[in-house]
């Protein structure tokens, strides 16, 4: 009584500008992304459309607001009852349980749940497997709930039921990689603790996080934003990426100088790379090459493509392909130098030749000169054809694959090694 109402104000805790675009290139990339979150269900639900978690394709519209198809959404208490294991053989207790006809959790003499030997509760893998995949947001949620959920994913064999993707698929554009999931968490509190240490990539937050939680991590998110995480993304392919790439190319150095030396040896009974020319080479080879390419900075086309997977080789058949084609064609165009040093323009007396006129000259010949020459061209060559690490999809679909000038300006390491070792090559010869 004796009251006037004046107005009802509500207060919004926004995201920040830049999470929704940095969960779609996670998407892009094949990072799922789900929230498990202490907020009530609704409040969860409506933040998770804001910032693209949850798609609208993966909710139905109704007159009280968006309700998310069976799975995408829950509260802790419905999740941590529906995958955990129940042990009939202790008397009923009174909790949680999640009453599907009324679709709400309720509290109810129940049997307890069943607890491995670590006192942890045993997980219903075939129930789990029902759930994660189109789990997208977790309300309520305790922090024993995100360690059930890690452990669940990181345990999940659903990959190899090629029915249940298929279908997951077709009807809710949701791609089960085809290998073991490798699950990121991340936390704050001393509570999320066991989750950091159970996942496989642990983040925590380094403004508000927790001494605990630091200590439990793999990697501290200095800004505690988001898109840090897709910047660490980017940065661990790049740095795959650039591993692979110095692979491709000591490789293909490695086959060339050894068949040359060894058929060069052979022939002439001396190898036609000199001592010298072989320390120059390796130099070529390891320091200035790794230098070179280990240092192309990360771009967001990494993010363009699903992750690799854990049984991927690291020589893939693209790269199989480039290391074989490299070599046959260095090896051909050495060789014929090698053995017809008549194509060569100008007077140019073969090795054999040189030898009989100069018996006691400590000189090396014009021929093999040229032939160590066109050598280290060839690999210079081939540490531009190595910056670009192709697939087979993006070799059908962009010319940008093709085109290993693009971005070079970008990576001023890498044309300051080539400008040095191009004017080295030319000092020395």
């Not at 998770?48 to 968006?66: H, M, N």
């Not at 001592?275 to 070179?292: K, R």
């Not at 540490?383 to 087979?392: D, F, H, M, V, Y």
């Amino acid at each position: 009584k004796n009251v006037t109402f004046l107005g009802m104000v509500g207060i919004e805790d926004p995201l920040r500008p830049e999470v929704k675009d940095a969960i779609q290139k996670c998407n892009s990339a094949g990072v799922d992304v789900r929230m498990c979150t202490g907020d009530a269900l609704a409040t969860a639900i409506s933040i998770a459309l804001q910032s693209g978690i949850l798609k609208r394709s993966q909710v139905q519209e109704t007159e009280a607001g968006p309700v998310p198809l069976e799975h995408f959404a829950m509260t802790g208490p419905e999740f941590r009852d529906r995958v955990s294991c129940v042990d009939s053989s202790q008397p009923k207790v009174l909790r949680n349980v999640y009453d599907a006809k009324k679709g709400r959790v309720v509290e109810r003499m129940e049997y307890p749940y069943l607890l491995d030997a670590n006192g942890e509760r045993v997980i219903n893998q075939k129930k789990m497997d029902e759930i994660w995949p189109k789990l997208r947001v977790l309300a309520r949620c305790q922090p024993e709930d995100k360690l059930t959920l890690v452990r669940g994913m990181r345990n999940s064999k659903v990959y190899q039921n090629k029915a249940y993707c298929e279908e997951l698929k077709e009807k809710f554009d949701i791609e089960i990689f085809p290998d073991q999931q490798v699950v990121a968490v991340t936390g704050d509190g001393t509570n999320d603790a066991p989750a950091l240490k159970q996942a496989d990539v642990g983040f925590a937050m380094g403004i508000v996080g927790t001494d605990t939680a630091k200590q439990a991590c793999d990697i501290v998110l200095l800004d505690d934003n988001f898109t840090s995480i897709k910047k660490a993304i980017m940065w661990g392919r790049n740095v795959y990426d650039s591993i692979s790439k110095f692979i491709q190319f000591q490789l293909t150095v490695n086959v060339v100088a050894i068949v040359v030396a060894v058929i060069g040896a052979t022939v002439y009974s001396a190898s036609p790379l000199s001592a010298v020319q072989m320390l120059w080479i390796n130099l070529i080879m390891d320091s200035l090459a790794s230098l070179a390419l280990a240092t192309e900075p990360p771009t967001e086309i990494l993010l363009d493509r699903k992750p690799y997977g854990k049984r991927r080789p690291i020589l893939s058949k693209v790269m199989k392909v480039n290391i074989l084609g490299q070599s046959l064609l260095q090896l051909t165009v050495l060789l014929t130098i090698l053995f017809y040093p008549a194509i060569i323009p100008g007077d140019v007396e073969s090795n054999d030749d040189y030898k009989d006129a100069y018996p006691n000259s400590s000189y090396g010949s014009t021929h093999w000169t040229i032939l160590f020459n066109v050598f280290v061209w060839l690999q210079l060559f081939n540490e531009l054809n190595s910056r670009k690490l192709q697939t087979t999809k993006r070799l059908k679909t962009t010319w940008s694959e093709w085109n290993v000038f693009e971005g070079i300006s970008k990576n001023w390491r890498f044309v300051a090694v080539l400008v040095v070792t191009t004017v080295a090559q030319v000092v020395i010869v």
